[in-house]
């Protein structure tokens, strides 16, 4: 069995006090669960904060937005895998599609992201997607595929293994539509072989495999009960710690 894995993507979004108030709030509601992994990903400048009041709480991981594939060097503004893990991150969102889109990052520079992750022993949260256009024109099998392959690149079965995958249709994303769980499935299902292809079965079926686009308390149940869909990245509805909580146990249910 999988276990689930609900991760909070707030983006750009809470001031170091809001996100003291944020985790103090949602360890109250949550509780001591642990049936779910659990990641918030808070801002950079909020990752200290986070994690110092995480340090007790060893069912919440955190996880950090970007990274830059390089150990250090002249790259103004860009954060590397080794200073990540002297915050106490664990998790690496990768190949967000605003990234993508706003920032211009190909599938072979996510890949040397992955890599570097890997290397340094975070999980990478590898974002894929296809836009409307893509799937209106009936390509999302090309496009998932596309960026499957170019940013999982000679990596081993095992690297693979340790790998998250987050399924995120971008017109889903911040839009307050989400895709069926029909079609979330389908497209879950497209990933896990084309990852056999890329390694094996049995490493294929350890893969876990995130939905994310619109997720909400009132919808996670029928997406998490799914049988390719292994958790959620969260984005507008992880910003409330009650909210936050509900689609947790939502999972868990």
């Not at 809001?18 to 709030?25: G, L």
């Not at 690149?153 to 249709?169: F, G, H, K, N, R």
Request: aromatic share 6%.
């Amino acid at each position: 069995m999988r276990k689930k894995i609900i991760a909070a993507n707030w983006k750009m979004n809470k001031t170091v006090g809001e996100a003291d108030s944020f985790v103090k709030a949602f360890l109250v509601e949550i509780g001591q669960e642990n049936s779910v992994d659990v990641v918030l990903i808070p801002p950079f400048t909020a990752i200290p904060k986070v994690s110092e009041l995480l340090s007790n709480a060893s069912h919440v991981k955190v996880g950090a937005q970007n990274m830059h594939h390089e150990k250090s060097g002249a790259f103004t503004g860009e954060v590397s895998a080794e200073m990540l893990r002297e915050l106490y991150v664990r998790f690496v969102v990768l190949g967000h599609s605003e990234r993508r889109a706003l920032f211009g990052e190909t599938d072979a520079f996510i890949n040397r992201k992955v890599k570097a992750a890997l290397e340094a022993s975070l999980c990478p949260i590898l974002c894929i997607g296809e836009t409307l256009e893509q799937r209106d024109a009936g390509q999302v099998e090309k496009v998932l595929e596309t960026q499957l392959r170019g940013s999982l690149a000679d990596l081993s079965p095992a690297q693979i293994a340790e790998t998250v995958i987050a399924y995120e249709p971008v017109w889903a994303i911040g839009t307050g539509r989400t895709a069926s769980p029909e079609q979330a499935q389908e497209a879950h299902a497209f990933v896990r072989k084309v990852l056999a292809q890329l390694s094996d079965a049995e490493t294929a079926a350890r893969v876990r495999i995130q939905y994310g686009g619109s997720v909400k308390p009132d919808n996670t149940a029928t997406l998490m009960g799914q049988p390719d869909i292994d958790g959620a990245l969260v984005g507008g509805a992880s910003l409330d710690p009650r909210s936050f909580a509900q689609i947790v146990k939502a999972a868990k249910a």
